[in-house]
């Protein structure tokens, strides 16, 4: 053999290994750039503006509505429950906390009725006609102050609940109304049940 082929043939080895080399360095890229990122930069874990909770079911609380009738949480299961609580009747603080439901609930559109607004009030007098007239289908319950301490975190505040019964979410007692009715949406948007 000529050495002019000899280099010729050298030259058509050395273009195939690189030529491979190349495309090894293209398939692996995607996979070390991935690692890198995913180690490199994390993301935040939480999307959701309310505080996840442990999955459990909710605290089987009872009382009786504004007419009298019992009320029991459990009834409301197969629905989506916005649960509020207040433990000194209806003062400003708790007249934001219902405006932040209501907003929340219109703000699901057509979706709205698969959601049930609850206002638990340990506190003293039945809400009058103005509160009811500005919260229509509100669930008024009246209940033992001892039957809120069973609800995780401290009243005032916002629970949610899903149709199966367990506790989801808890929002603070003045929350962002848009970050409550986005989670809401997500979770309507989610779940086939309810």
């Given at each position: ?187 309507l948007r989610a779940s086939r049940i309810g």
């Amino acid at each position: 053999m000529s050495e002019a082929t000899q280099a010729q043939s050298a030259a058509a080895a050395a273009r195939g290994r690189r030529t491979i080399l190349l495309l090894a360095a293209v398939c692996i890229a995607p996979v070390v750039a991935s690692y890198a990122v995913y180690y490199f930069y994390p993301r935040t874990a939480q999307v959701n503006y309310g505080t996840l909770l442990p999955t459990a079911p909710a605290p089987p609380i009872e009382g009786t509505t504004d007419d009298g009738a019992p009320f029991r949480l459990t009834d409301l299961r197969g629905r989506w429950v916005m649960l509020a609580a207040s433990a000194t009747g209806c003062d400003a603080a708790c007249e934001r906390l219902l405006y932040a439901t209501r907003q929340a609930h219109t703000m699901q559109g057509k979706e709205r009725d698969r959601v049930v607004r609850v206002w638990l009030d340990a506190g003293g007098a039945p809400p009058g006609h103005e509160l009811r007239a500005q919260h229509p289908g509100l669930v008024v319950a009246r209940v033992p102050e001892r039957v809120l301490a069973v609800l995780p975190g401290a009243p005032p505040g916002i629970w949610l609940i899903d149709p199966l019964g367990n506790l989801v979410l808890s929002y603070p007692a003045d929350p962002d109304i848009k970050g409550l009715a986005k989670d809401l949406t997500r979770l309507l948007r989610a779940s086939r049940i309810g």
